[in-house]
């Protein structure tokens, strides 16, 4: 029996997302200019002086919108999220709150404006990643993860958190109410040493129900031990970090809309030397194996400091759209099998009366679907309509057994769809 949804109108915004499936994640900002991740300021002992001189060298000469959302419509991407401002400050908008932001270099640009009338006129759903966290604001108040932690004359300074507050509710409400409909708020992160009072959590959500009451709101704004403590705010999506449930995300007995977001190779941002892409097969499986479970797959890019998404990405994007133009159908709108069990080594993903089974570990010549004796009416590869048969003789009990071709048709995920009577 299917469990209800966590909170109980989330379906009523959700709808399109639970139909879509796949997003493109975009991280990029100034930390693709040293090209060794987003975390680089804090990470690499870089003075802030130097970090904050790549503003005068920003200069993406070939970024083009309407080429990413190309790029991501290619790929059978439905949506958008775009990081409006990761964790070192820097706003990849045109924000009236700050001088940090790429107006202010030589681009000079509001790339964000660029890219959401890029989205707008694609039909493509569009979403803004905006940190919580803010290394480079005067007064956000050093904690744990900030790259001044371990410097005790910074921990000493008296900061006014407040005014950063204020900064942070002013920057969100600009992003909502400057760049036509927000269809996701991709909000990152509250870490250990602070709660969701040091965001004004209360305040900054009912500002963003107010102003776009159809935005699907991430679960990053609060944190909570974990276990099936309830949000102290409620909102929309669960988040998976580069890992896949093992099952549907459920939170107090109730499910939840769930993504998972994964990198391409090991970081988010830029990373020259990165070369650990992960192979189509591995991405297409992914996403196979998110929407099995109920969820969806928000895959990330990190374009470069000139604009280009890497043509390694860009490839097996490709290939990934090419297998969605033959296979879509077990993706988009369908979800998970709730009563049937795979087969090992099988998934299976179900869109109202049409059941799909992911062949992810290519059988030697059948294959055995439990409980479907008497329930099969036919069966067929997705990828071209051709009839799968039988095998009568090795049907026992409940169940039913495929014939298969000897070598497996699809090198990424063959699906057989299952008519069921």
């Known amino acids: 029996m299917s469990l209800p949804y966590l909170p109980a109108d989330v379906m009523e915004r959700a709808d399109w997302f639970v139909r879509d499936r796949l997003g493109m994640f975009i991280h990029w900002g100034l930390y693709a200019i040293p090209a060794v991740g987003e975390w680089v300021l804090k990470f690499s002992g870089l003075p802030y ?5 790549f503003a005068k060298r920003f200069n993406p000469v070939q970024f083009d919108a309407r080429q990413w959302v190309r790029i991501a419509q290619d790929a059978g991407m439905k949506y958008m999220v775009f990081t409006t401002k990761h964790h070192d400050g ?4 045109d924000n009236p709150h700050t001088e940090w932001k790429i107006t202010r270099t030589p681009f000079g640009r509001d790339v964000t404006a660029e ?11 569009l979403g803004f990643y905006h940190s919580l966290i803010d290394w480079m604001h005067p007064q956000y108040a050093i904690c744990d993860n900030h790259p001044l932690w371990g410097d005790a004359k910074a921990r000493a300074e008296k900061r006014e958190h407040g005014q950063y507050i204020e900064y942070l509710h002013n920057s969100v409400r600009h992003l909502l109410t400057h760049y036509g409909q927000v269809d996701v708020l991709w909000l990152d992160f509250t870490p250990p040493m602070k709660t969701s009072e040091d965001w004004g959590a209360g305040e900054l959500m009912a500002m963003v129900r107010k102003l776009m009451p159809k935005v699907l709101v991430n679960d990053r704004l609060d944190r909570h031990s974990g276990g099936n403590e309830a949000p102290k705010f409620p909102n929309d999506l669960s988040l998976a970090e580069q890992v896949l449930p093992s099952g549907p995300m459920t939170l107090q007995g109730r499910r939840r809309v769930w993504e998972a977001c994964v990198t391409m190779n090991e970081h988010w941002g830029y990373a020259a030397a990165d070369r650990s892409f992960k192979p189509t097969r591995a991405l297409v499986r992914m ?9 969806n797959l928000l895959l990330n890019v990190g374009p470069d400091a000139l604009g280009r998404i890497p043509k390694e990405s860009v490839e097996r994007l490709q290939q990934m759209g090419a ?14 099998e709730e009563e049937l069990t795979p087969p090992p080594g099988c998934i299976y993903t179900r869109q109202g009366r049409r059941l799909f089974l992911h062949v992810l570990e290519w059988p030697y010549m059948w294959i055995r679907l ?26 026992t009990g409940q169940d039913v057994t495929l014939a298969l071709p000897f070598d497996e048709p699809d090198g990424l995920d063959t699906v057989i769809e299952l008519e069921l009577g």
């Not at 890219?115 to 759903?125: D, I, N, V």
């Open 49 to 53: 002086e130097e970090y904050r001189a």
């Open 90 to 93: 820097f706003c990849m908008f």
């Open 115 to 125: 890219l959401a009338e890029a989205c707008h006129a694609a039909g493509m759903k």
């Open 287 to 295: 996403l196979a194996r998110c929407v099995g479970n109920g969820g």
């Open 323 to 336: 297998w969605l133009g033959d296979q879509g159908q077990a993706i988009y709108g369908a979800g998970q």
């Open 370 to 395: 439990p409980g479907l004796q008497g329930k099969l009416k036919f069966a067929s590869l997705l990828r071209d309509g051709s009839k799968v048969g039988t095998i009568d003789w090795a049907s």
